[in-house]
């Protein structure tokens, strides 16, 4: 782990922001569940595009053509990444969210009443509300329950896939508790039953690699600023899938993957520094190829992450007053984010304490409001999250409980 500390270290260099103190502290970046911070590859990627070829798609002049194979390439990078078929399986929007709810309303014409959709408890909104909605069409919407320790129901979930389910809507890890579910095992229920398997990667992404092949999802969503890149959302339709569905746009829209599903004027500038971020994360890794690169990168920071988030875990957990929810880290496989409690004050009095001590860490329910209900934390205002990103150290980890320890104490 030391050898791997010590090349993470070196790393931070590349992350302007990570300079910037407060209250006389260094600012320690926890808040990465909600969206990391991002090296200078990507910033500088971002204001090259302005620079140099800053132009609406599809013309016959040198910054608008540089401009479509400026996105084409991206598309093919994100291929990459996620392990896909090529770069036509791949959609780009304004966020993960919007994506969603295109793909909820294009899906909703070809459902009839009766017919039946399955989400979690554990999902955020994101993964639940544009799929609740077709309650309002007839369509049944059922619900896997969700389990004291943070994980799925997985004899409720196999009960609730019946020849009448059409699709499964389920999270590859919970931005709330770092649960991460078993998305293969699902897949073969679906299979079995014929239906469509959509996840929600945002909170997976991050930290692992995926093979979207492998898995045999139908759709995939993510959003890269949750992995060091601008706010752009990005789905993964199985290739062929998204010509078959109705999708919502202008009659001038091509009407083929993947831009069926994309309305309007894409985020050319922000696509830019997603390529750009995708790209920053492979020279973590080795290879011959750019995917092979990406797995070996991924591979090595998910191994970085969840050493320093066990650390965090175990010393957090020994804080008198703190409770910690979720799975436990040990024998788990397991996100690198810890949500917790301290005894006598709310998650909010619980941030404002570590914004003071530089620490920067999230409370209540991070738009995954159902797992928190469930869990009988909602009125007391839910949790505090910090989320380990590839920049951490464990100097930081040693901040970050000695601040708690503060506060238990005070």
Same mark, same amino acid.
């Given at each position: #782990? ?28 926890? +808040? ?6 991002? $090296? ?27 401009? %479509? ?14 392990? @896909? ?27 009839? $009443?009766? +017919?039946?959709? !399955? ?25 896997? &329950? ?9 004899? +409720? ?11 499964? @809507? #389920? ?46 999802? %139908? ?34 829209? %091509? ?16 696509? @830019? ?45 020994? !804080? ?15 996100? $690198? ?8 004050? %709310?998650? =909010?009095?619980?941030? &404002? ?5 530089? =620490? ?11 797992? !928190? ?5 909602? /009125? ?7 989320? !380990?990103?590839?920049?951490?150290? &464990? /100097? ?15």
């Amino acid at each position: #782990m030391d050898n791997l500390s010590r090349e993470f270290e070196l790393r931070r260099k590349d992350f302007p922001s990570l300079a910037r103190t407060y209250n006389g502290h260094p600012l320690a970046y926890f +808040d990465g569940p909600g969206g990391t911070q991002v $090296p200078k590859a990507v910033m500088d990627a971002v204001t090259a595009y302005f620079t140099n070829c800053n132009a609406n798609s599809h013309g016959y002049f040198v910054t608008t053509i540089e401009s %479509d194979k400026l996105i084409t390439e991206t598309r093919n990078v994100v291929a990459a990444f996620l392990g @896909a078929e090529d770069g036509n399986t791949i959609s780009f929007g304004q966020n993960m969210t919007t994506l969603n709810y295109a793909l909820s309303r294009a899906m909703e014409r070809s459902l009839r $009443p009766g +017919d039946e959709v !399955i989400i979690t408890q554990l999902d955020h909104e994101a993964n639940r509300g544009p799929w609740l909605r077709l309650g309002e069409r007839g369509v049944v919407v059922r619900e896997v &329950k969700l389990l004291p320790n943070g994980t799925l129901n997985m004899d +409720d979930f196999r009960k609730k896939i019946t020849e009448n389910t059409r699709l499964v @809507a #389920m999270g590859f890890s919970s931005n709330a508790l770092g649960t991460v579910n078993d998305v293969a095992t699902v897949r073969r229920w679906t299979y079995e039953v014929g239906a469509y398997l959509s996840v929600d990667a945002v909170h997976y992404a991050p930290h692992f690699p995926i093979d979207v092949k492998s898995l045999g999802v %139908d759709f995939l969503l993510c959003s890269a600023y949750k992995f060091y890149g601008p706010h752009v959302g990005i789905l993964y339709a199985r290739e062929g899938l998204l010509e078959q569905l109705d999708c919502e746009r202008v009659c001038t829209q %091509d009407h083929k993957a993947p831009y069926r599903i994309e309305t309007g004027t894409l985020n050319h500038e922000g696509i @830019a520094g997603v390529k750009a971020a995708i790209e920053y994360i492979s020279t973590f890794g080795q290879g011959s190829t750019l995917r092979e690169k990406l797995v070996s990168a991924m591979e090595k920071i998910s191994s970085y992450e969840h050493e320093l988030a066990l650390y965090a875990y175990k010393n957090l957990g020994s !804080i008198p007053g703190v409770t910690i929810y979720g799975p436990h880290f040990d024998g788990n496989r397991r996100a $690198p984010t810890i949500s917790f409690t301290v005894e006598g004050h %709310d998650p =909010i009095r619980v941030c &404002k304490h570590l914004n003071e001590e530089g =620490i920067l860490a999230w409370d209540g329910h991070f738009y995954a409001i159902r797992p !928190i209900e469930i869990l009988g934390l909602l /009125e007391s205002g839910g949790l505090t999250r910090v989320g !380990i990103s590839l920049y951490n150290t &464990k /100097e930081e980890v040693d901040r970050l409980v000695d601040a708690v320890k503060k506060l238990s104490v005070g």
